[in-house]
């Protein structure tokens, strides 16, 4: 089987990759960053853009997003 890590902290330890191999697993480590391997990445960068826009305004983070029309 393979196992699939993010680049947490933990996840790039070596003593981990050794474990998973000794039971005969395959590490498979991510790209640094790949967004395209995550969908919900998108969805966060939609709702951060908007309430980039909102923001300003209002000045608190739960205000913006409990008033922004994204969520109504």
Same mark, same amino acid.
Request: aromatic content about 8%.
């Given at each position: &089987?393979?196992?699939? /890590?993010?680049? +947490?902290? %933990?996840?790039? /330890?070596?003593?981990?990759? #050794? /474990? +998973? ?7 498979? $480590?991510?790209?640094?960053? &790949?967004? #395209?391997?995550? $969908?919900?990445?998108?969805?966060? +960068? ?14 608190? %983070? /739960?205000?913006?997003?409990?008033? &922004? &029309?994204? %969520?109504?």
């Amino acid at each position: &089987s393979v196992i699939i /890590m993010d680049n +947490a902290r %933990f996840h790039r /330890m070596a003593v981990l990759t #050794e /474990m +998973a191999q000794k039971q005969g697993h395959k590490v498979l $480590p991510l790209a640094p960053y &790949s967004p #395209e391997l995550n $969908p919900i990445e998108k969805v966060w +960068a939609n709702i951060k853009k908007h309430l980039r826009k909102v923001l300003p305004a209002v000045g608190d %983070f /739960m205000t913006a997003l409990l008033r &922004s &029309s994204y %969520f109504n």
